[in-house]
Structure formats: C-alpha cells, structure tokens
Nanobody, 129 residues
Framework: QPQLVESGGNLVQPGGSLRLSCAVSGLALDDYAIGWFRQAPGKEREGVSCISGSSIHSSGHIIVYADSVEGRFTVSRDNAKNTVYLQMNSLKPEDTAVYYC?????????????????WGQGTQVTVSS
C-alpha cells in the first residue's frame, strides 16, 4: 500500500520561503509521477506542480507548473531518499492552503487531480503578516 507523507508546512510572512517534502513508501518512486496540489478554505483543489518519474524519460523529467506559481515554485525529486520536494519562494497570501502530494503511475505528468490514485494527508501553509 503506497504511503505519502507531506511535511514542511508552516506560517510564513509574505515574500518568505518554505520547502515542502513528500516522503513516499510502498511504491517504486522511479515509475511514478508526483503531483502537488493545494486546497484553500471554500475553494476547489488546485493543481500546483508535477514531476515525471525518472525511468520514463531518459532525457530528464517532465515538469509542469500552474501559471499562478510559475517562476516562484520549484519541484524536485530525490529517488534515493524516496522524497519529492516543493520549494516555494516569494510566497503570497493567496498561496495559503493545505498542500497535498499525490502519485500517478503514468507517462509524463499532468496537474489534474483525477488521475492521481494515492494521496498524502496534507500539510498547512499559511502566508500572513
């Protein structure tokens, strides 16, 4: 049974940075795309970023960002540590949400929640002065 555990959420001031981690077990991380999603109170879950599995594309990972985070967030993965990271810089109050990571055994990656079948429990990110 795959397990994903997010960590790193916190309260941060606007303009600050956080790095979220997604520790994965119970699956061969090389074969999975990992997506990051977020859900703010009263809003639908939103795709943030995703990164494809290592063994699928020898030329490198496919990485996708939502327009709202492009240039501020960076996704990376360390398969040796079974962990995927989301570095978040220049945080804004509108980035406040519960952030989730999810796994999808597929080619490439898309930030569409319906295709992901294993999810973490989420970590709270609050951006406020």
């Amino acid at each position: 049974q795959p397990q994903l555990v997010e960590s790193g959420g916190n309260l941060v001031q606007p303009g600050g940075s956080l790095r979220l981690s997604c520790a994965v077990s119970g699956l061969a991380l090389d074969d999975y795309a990992i997506g990051w999603f977020r859900q703010a109170p009263g809003k639908e879950r939103e795709g943030v970023s995703c990164i494809s599995g290592s063994s699928i594309h020898s030329s490198g990972h496919i990485i996708v960002y939502a327009d709202s985070v492009e240039g501020r967030f960076t996704v990376s993965r360390d398969n040796a540590k079974n962990t995927v990271y989301l570095q978040m810089n220049s945080l804004k109050p509108e980035d406040t949400a519960v952030y989730y990571c999810a796994a999808d055994r597929a080619f490439g990656c898309v930030i569409v929640s319906a295709v992901y079948d294993a999810w973490g429990q989420g970590t709270q990110v609050t951006v406020s002065s």
